[in-house]
């Protein structure tokens, strides 16, 4: 009897420490959705960033084709991963563009530092009355900080493909 209960017990601490170490933490779901995802937290699809909409998606509550960024690609990917039709990108939420960066004309700008408080990467350098400058590699091309500038100092540029960035075409039957 002593026997059967200190095994017992042992299987308890067993228990008791898997439960602990071992826990999953965050939805793995929402995880595996978010890499896919672009990560410029542009927010057109309609939630403020990708890890929201990451997590509408695993709960139901988004649909897959609501990240114009992503385009086509991101889509299939998606559907792909949770076993759904791909389908064409909505475009009430935009439409899909070349990849993009925001360029600052420092001889426009006037130093309101409005641009900086939009900013979801914190790309854009500078304090108030002193010129800005965005920090390229940091840039995700959201254009969220177009609209707050007063003197249209900000412009988009494409960003030139790269061995890193550039993909192989995706089959029409995919």
């Not at 992503?70 to 792909?80: C, F, K, Q, S």
């Not at 940091?138 to 540029?157: F, N, Y």
């Amino acid at each position: 009897m002593l026997l059967i209960c200190l095994l017992f017990a042992g299987l308890g601490l067993l228990l008791g420490y898997a439960a602990q170490y071992l826990t999953v933490t965050g939805d793995p779901v929402a995880e595996k959705i978010e890499r896919l995802l672009p990560q410029t937290q542009c927010a057109q699809c309609g939630f403020p960033g990708c890890k929201p909409y990451a997590q509408a998606i695993a709960n139901r509550q988004a649909d897959i084709n609501q990240c114009p960024p992503g385009g086509d690609e991101t889509v299939l990917a998606l559907a792909n991963l949770l076993g759904q039709t791909a389908k064409p990108l909505n475009t009430a939420f935009g439409v899909t563009e070349e990849k993009q960066r925001a360029f600052i004309i420092e001889a426009d700008c006037i130093g309101c530092a409005k641009c900086i408080p939009p900013c979801p990467v914190d790309a854009i350098l500078g304090a108030a009355k002193f010129m800005h400058t965005v920090i390229a590699a940091e840039c995700t091309g959201c254009k969220l900080c177009l609209a707050p500038c007063p003197v249209d100092c900000i412009i988009m540029l494409p960003v030139p493909p790269t061995p890193a960035t550039w993909h192989y075409p995706l089959p029409a039957d995919a």
